[in-house]
C-alpha cells in the first residue's frame, strides 16, 4: 500500500483508492466481511450497497461509510442497527485518517453468538475497516477540468503544440474546416494552458 503525507497532496488532487478490496476478519465468533471501493455519486453507492445486501442477504448487519468530493465535505455514516457510532463511525474513521474521499467501505457481520460490548464493536469495525485499505492501493488522483476548442484547420498544428506541451487529454475531436477539440487536464494548470491557447489566432475556448 502506498502512503502520502499532507505535504504531497495538492490543491488540485486528492487521495482515492486503486480498485475494489475485499476479505473477513473475525472476533469471538462473529466474522466481519469487509469491502473497499472508489465510488463517484450517491447513485453509485446505492448500487454498491444494493449488490452487497443481495450478496450477503442472511447477514446480521451492513454496516457502511463513504466519503465523496475532493474537500470530503459529502459524507456518511450507518451502523445498520449497531448501537449508535459503534460500526458506521469507526469505518469513517479509517476512511478520514488516510485522508481518503471518493471512497466506500462497507463491513458485512454475521453474528457469532458472543456479545462483544460498544468498545468490542468500535474495535472490530475500525479493524475490518483498517484492513480493507490495506489491502488495497490508495491512489493520488487530480482534480480535472474539461475545455472545449474551436478553431480554424490551420492554427492545428500550434494547437497540438500546447497539447503535446501540456500533456492534457484529448477526449473527443472533429476536424473539417473548423475544428472542435474537447481537452480534459488538471486543474491546477487552468492559468498556464488558457494563457498558451490565447496567443493562437482565431481560437474559441468554452470551459465546462
Known amino acids: 500500500m502506498d502512503h502520502f503525507s499532507e505535504n504531497e497532496t495538492q490543491s488540485d488532487s486528492f487521495l482515492t483508492l486503486a480498485g475494489r478490496s475485499e476479505g473477513n476478519y473475525k472476533d469471538r465468533g462473529s466474522k466481519f466481511l469487509y469491502f473497499a ?85 468500535i474495535q472490530a469495525y475500525k479493524t475490518a475497516a483498517a484492513l480493507a485499505i490495506e489491502a488495497n492501493q490508495i491512489l493520488q488522483e487530480w482534480v480535472k477540468i474539461k475545455l472545449e476548442l474551436r478553431f480554424p484547420y490551420p492554427a492545428m498544428n500550434e494547437v497540438m503544440k500546447v497539447v503535446k506541451a501540456k500533456g492534457l487529454t484529448i477526449i473527443s475531436q472533429e476536424m473539417a474546416l473548423d475544428c472542435m477539440l474537447t481537452l480534459s487536464f488538471r486543474a491546477g494548470l487552468k492559468d498556464e494552458v488558457l494563457e498558451k491557447l490565447e496567443e493562437i489566432e482565431a481560437l474559441s475556448v468554452r470551459l465546462d
Open 37 to 121: 471501493l472508489p465510488v463517484n455519486s450517491e447513485e453509485e453507492i446505492k448500487t454498491q450497497l444494493a449488490s452487497l445486501r443481495k450478496a450477503y442477504f442472511d447477514a446480521s448487519h451492513h454496516c457502511y461509510a463513504w466519503v465523496l468530493g475532493q474537500d470530503g465535505s459529502s459524507f456518511r455514516a450507518n451502523d445498520d442497527g449497531e448501537p449508535n457510532h459503534s460500526a458506521g463511525d469507526p469505518i469513517l474513521g479509517q476512511i478520514r485518517s488516510n485522508q481518503l474521499t471518493n471512497v466506500l467501505i462497507v463491513v458485512v457481520r454475521y453474528f457469532g453468538g458472543t456479545k462483544l460490548g460498544v468498545s468490542g464493536l
